[in-house]
């Protein structure tokens, strides 16, 4: 299987833009989360759902949407980026939330 | 979930064990130790966790104290590809809470693994 997949790898957009950034795992897992990497920082988690049809913010949630509408995909919603939103955007994924958790390879996300 | 601490750098040479430390004092009784690794610009990798006897696994093996204030993850023959920063995460595992499934992750210890 292929794991985590996130799309897309690299993305430029101008402050106010919206976009979705795309997370799918085949390992039929419940429990998936976004997190966020600045510079030199450790990973910040922004949202997270327990299963299908369940989210909930993390300590980061300001500016960003989710909803799971399926257990195999978590999209991640800028609103209306601003500059603060540049950072790398992991997804993960584990089979229930404590249990070991897998991430993808990451989103770069460069806001003008 | 408690913290921890971990030395910001270690140098190992290519082929010699590299023993990675983290002080987690403030631990409690039902908290795991788990170790993720990144290597430049790519997602945590996984490498391995434990609650209090001493793990092994094909990446690695996890050295736990009795008292669990302190852990020391060995990667016993180091390679160039070992080359990355290796967090050291204390959680919670049982089930229940809002923040149960969150990871909390320090600045970890940058590994440089050299010829």
């Known amino acids: 299987n292929a794991g985590v997949t996130q799309t897309p790898k690299f993305q430029v957009l101008k402050t106010g833009q919206s976009m979705t950034l795309q997370c799918a795992q085949d390992m039929n897992h419940e429990y998936m989360s976004w997190y966020r990497q600045d510079p030199g920082m450790g990973l910040r988690l922004i949202h997270y759902?327990?299963?299908?049809?369940?989210?909930d913010q993390g300590e980061v949630p300001n500016g960003y949407n989710v909803s799971r509408s399926t257990t195999e995909d978590f999209p991640l919603r800028l609103l209306s980026a601003a500059p603060s939103q540049t950072s790398v955007y992991f997804c993960a994924s584990s089979r229930l939330p404590q249990e070991t958790q897998y991430f993808g390879p990451g989103t770069r996300l460069l806001v003008l | 979930d408690a913290k921890t601490t971990q030395p910001p750098s270690m140098d190992c040479a290519e082929g010699r064990a590299a023993n990675l430390p983290c002080n987690h004092s403030?631990?409690?009784?039902?908290?795991?130790v788990y170790w993720y690794r990144q290597i430049h610009s790519q997602g945590p990798q996984y490498i391995i966790h434990?609650?209090?006897n001493n793990e092994t696994n094909e990446m690695a093996s996890l050295i736990i104290t009795e008292d669990r204030k302190s852990s020391t993850l060995i990667l016993p023959h180091a390679t160039l590809r070992d080359t990355a920063v290796y967090y050291c995460?204390?959680?919670?595992?049982?089930?229940?809470?809002?923040?149960?499934?969150?990871?909390?992750f320090g600045q970890g210890t940058i590994l440089t693994v050299h010829p």
């Open positions: 434990g609650l209090k």
């Open positions: 759902s327990v299963g299908a049809g369940i989210t």
């Open positions: 403030t631990i409690s009784g039902n908290e795991y």
């Open positions: 995460i204390v959680r919670v595992v049982n089930a229940g809470g809002t923040s149960y499934g969150k990871l909390t």
